[in-house]
């Protein structure tokens, strides 16, 4: 999930009445044309309620582009095994030929949407378009280290209605134990194949917000199309990370751990989000989506989005070491705690990180 503080007085131009049926058809990423003639973009009501936007439609055949050729280059193979396995696992049959990760990521449906189409039906019927609402932690880091350190782990894990929008989320219709509010109806062996993946999981990008955004970081050189790119890739992260079976996840010590599992999950989520997003955006080479370029954006998001900025170096075995953690009840209370404790400290110091995360390796299985 990617979302952004709101600022008072803003508003999307070229938003159009609502007048006519929803036409929020699925894409994928290497399907996107503006001109081809099965993923007709301009045709989708998203891009027609803002027409206003100049080159709007270029701009998003490019990111998509972008991101396309990203997935499909060498930047993602050091997580090859860790994913293909993930995906044997699930009973996943995985292509010769074709890299798991690319298969994965390109089998996801992708939707266009502005804050207007909120509570709308997608055009293949499958998903009610999410609220753009956002609830989230909403503590200061000052505060949350507090609530750690005395171990008031479900008053740091409250989540509140907070003053932002939602630019972008991934979506599966299995809940994460991690996520939000907890286990509810979790089924996660019904994902099996990438034809399940376009079944039971989506993207929803919301343009106008995105928009609206790249614009309020003009100073900081952040455009419309890197910061789309930047999203997308974001959440398409997610989807990498997904074992599509967290029933096991949770402490391994006695006692429950509930609230401090969600807490620890959802920052490292987020926050592992960021940092790949971040390194494959920079790996291009283009100037527009250079770290020192869309950092300015993350340093103004959320504290559990920030923490993606100190694992610069330290992404790979924490990537690798999160996914091995959601499978099964391995991490101690202690080291969910001196983690949350290390990254809410004033000055967060990357050779505590780093030990931590080669205590974390240590328990973990070998698969």
Not at 171 to 190: L, P
């Amino acid at each position: 999930m990617s979302f952004v503080k709101k600022t008072a007085g803003t508003k999307t131009d070229g938003i159009k009445d609502k007048s006519k049926p929803t036409l929020c058809a699925p894409i994928r990423v290497s399907d996107i044309n503006y001109n081809n003639n099965n993923i007709n973009i301009s045709n989708q009501e998203a891009v027609s309620r803002l027409s206003d936007i100049k080159d709007l439609l270029p701009v998003i055949e490019s990111a998509f582009k972008t991101t396309d050729s990203i997935i499909q280059g060498d930047v993602l193979a050091k997580f090859e095994e860790t994913i293909q396995l993930n995906l044997k696992r699930r009973g996943f049959d995985i292509k010769s030929g074709a890299t798991c990760i690319y298969q994965l990521l390109n089998s996801v449906n992708i939707y266009l949407v502005t804050h207007t189409l909120c509570g709308d039906k997608t055009d293949d019927e499958k998903w009610v378009i999410p609220s753009d609402t956002v609830w989230s932690i909403n503590l200061d880091k000052k505060e949350l280290h507090k609530d750690i350190e005395n171990e008031e782990f479900e008053k740091a894990n409250i989540r509140e209605k907070v003053e932002a929008v939602l630019l972008g989320c991934y979506k599966r219709d299995t809940e994460r134990y991690f996520a939000g509010e907890g286990s509810k109806s979790m089924n996660g062996s019904v994902i099996s194949s990438f034809a399940d993946v376009r079944e039971h999981c989506s993207i929803f990008l919301w343009i106008d917000h995105i928009y609206e955004t790249s614009n309020k970081y003009k100073d900081n050189n952040i455009s419309f199309e890197a910061l789309l790119t930047f999203v997308l890739l974001h959440e398409l992260m997610h989807l990498m990370m997904d074992v599509f079976d967290e029933h096991e996840f949770g402490i391994k010590d006695e006692g429950n751990f509930k609230d401090l599992g969600q807490l620890y999950g959802y920052f490292r989520e987020e926050s592992l989000a960021n940092a790949l997003a971040l390194h494959l955006c920079d790996s291009t080479g283009n100037k527009a989506l250079a770290y020192s370029i869309l950092e300015h954006f993350v340093q103004n998001q959320t504290i559990p989005y920030q923490t993606g900025l100190l694992y610069k170096d330290l992404f790979e075995k924490a990537v690798k070491n999160w996914m091995k953690r959601k499978t099964g009840k391995y991490l101690t209370k202690q080291l969910a705690k001196e983690w949350l404790l290390e990254i809410t400290e004033e000055k967060p110091d990357s050779n505590n990180l780093r030990r931590i995360e080669d205590e974390i390796e240590e328990i973990l299985p070998d698969k």
